[in-house]
């Protein structure tokens, strides 16, 4: 009977485990969306031309790609709000 309830109690520690893991993941990745979004924000004004035409110069002055250029700037703030969260709340292990 001893074994029974030891194992059931592993069972149900190691769910509160998966549950808690679940849980932060979840606001963590919350977070990062949300100042992804924030830092996304920044881009959308009228100083992008500044930063296409360096990126056109760069490209032997080919026209940039809209589709491409949006996601160029996704994929910066979502890298830049991931190393935030690292640095604020002291995670570096991805």
């Not at 959308?44 to 296409?52: A, E, F, K, L, P």
């Not at 760069?58 to 589709?67: G, I, K």
């Not at 996601?71 to 890298?79: A, E, L, R, V």
């Amino acid at each position: 009977m001893q074994l029974h309830k030891l194992v059931e109690n592993g069972y149900e520690r190691a769910c509160c485990n998966m549950l808690n893991n679940i849980e932060m993941q979840d606001a963590k990745d919350e977070w990062i969306e949300s100042r992804a979004e924030e830092l996304i924000k920044n881009f959308s004004n009228d100083n992008d031309w500044q930063i296409v035409e360096l990126i056109n110069v760069r490209l032997e002055n080919n026209p940039v790609d809209t589709n491409i250029y949006n996601q160029f700037i996704t994929d910066i703030c979502y890298s830049q709000a991931k190393t935030e969260y690292k640095e604020k709340f002291n995670e570096w292990r991805f």
